[in-house]
């Protein structure tokens, strides 16, 4: 599973896909608000607080960098649209923060949020890490075990021959 099986709307990286997958003009991109490819018109993805939405479930950074999933807020009047860059570099200080996209749910027993290439964060379970180590040459600690039985049987014989 990834992140993007998680997300709980439909997501355009670029300006010409929205217009291509809605049939709408792609709204005007304002450069001193943060990015955002998605959009929730009717307001049911979240909960509406005031002149702000809340979203339960999104990919997060915490305070230490690290990446989660978690709540965040956007206003009213952003959440209802999206604000797609053109394809040309963005001007001299805009603001090139990007809202998370709203999830369908937060993180399962056993799952985490890891760096993968290039920084890019993924979705992995305990199983998939392990499996990772693995394929990597890391030992893991089944793996340790294993290796010391084998060394103790070794000993065991090597004294049975009297080596």
Known sequence: ???QDLYATQVY???????RRT???CP???????QKYWEDPALKLGRKIGQAMLYE???VRTDTGDWTIGPFVVPVADAVRVNIPPDQPSPAGAN?????VPLTRGLL???KIRPGFGGIPVLTTAAEEQTQQQASGQFTAADRAVLVEIRDKLR???KILGA
């Open 57 to 59: 479930y999104g990919l």
């Open 96 to 100: 090139l923060d990007v809202v998370p």
């Open 109 to 111: 027993p056993g799952e």
């Open 1 to 3: 599973m990834t992140i």
């Open 13 to 19: 990286q670029r300006r010409d896909e929205y217009e």
């Open 28 to 34: 005007v991109y304002d450069p001193s608000k943060p």
């Open 156 to 158: 065991e014989i090597a």
């Open 23 to 25: 049939g709408k003009s």
